[in-house]
């Protein structure tokens, strides 16, 4: 009985999450839009915080937060403008070092031009 008891528990607050996240409420919005861009900001109670601001040639600088379901704080700040969306976190994937023998066999061949580069 008590198995059931603590399983039919688990679910009751496992859902009672699911259910808190559903219901968050606005806290802040603002925005302001201009022929000359943009500005806006947001709060809500469940811990998302958003911003940005565009100008009128179609570039972006902004972020967004909020609190992951491990309790983890993300933060992402990015801009988006001629050269594409470039975000900045400490949460995001880098890639791996390149490896010291790639490194070198790419500064020998920059040292060592081919026969064609030299006529070039």
Do not use: W
Request: proline fraction near 7%; include cysteine.
């Amino acid at each position: 009985m008590f198995k059931y008891l603590l399983i039919a528990s688990l679910l009751a607050c496992a859902y009672a999450d699911v259910s808190d996240e559903s219901h968050a409420e606005i806290k802040v919005l603002d925005s302001d839009v201009r022929a000359d861009g943009f500005d806006y900001h947001l709060e809500t109670s469940n811990s998302i915080n958003s911003g940005a601001s565009g100008d009128e040639h179609g570039n972006i600088h902004g972020h967004y937060e909020y609190i992951s379901p491990e309790g983890e704080h993300i933060k992402v700040e990015y801009v988006a403008d001629e050269h594409g969306y470039q975000p900045v976190s400490n949460v995001l994937p880098t890639p791996p070092p390149v490896p010291v023998e790639i490194v070198k066999a790419l500064e020998y061949l920059r040292s060592h031009p081919s026969v064609e580069d030299k006529h070039h």
